[in-house]
């Protein structure tokens, strides 16, 4: 039996490079990023976690 796909709300995250910082709530400032799955965006945060990026 074939499971329904369920919609997903967008994959988003909100960045500000200067102050090397990724959220994942939307904050004043932070430019947002869509990403198609779920598992691109948290391949993106742990990268930038490794990078000095402080995520909240």
Known sequence: METPSR???PALLWVDE????????EEAGFHVLSFPTRDAM???????GADGFRIQ
């Open 7 to 9: 919609p997903y709300p």
């Open 18 to 25: 200067e102050n090397k910082v990724v959220s994942f709530h």
């Open 42 to 48: 948290f391949h993106f945060v742990f990268e930038k």
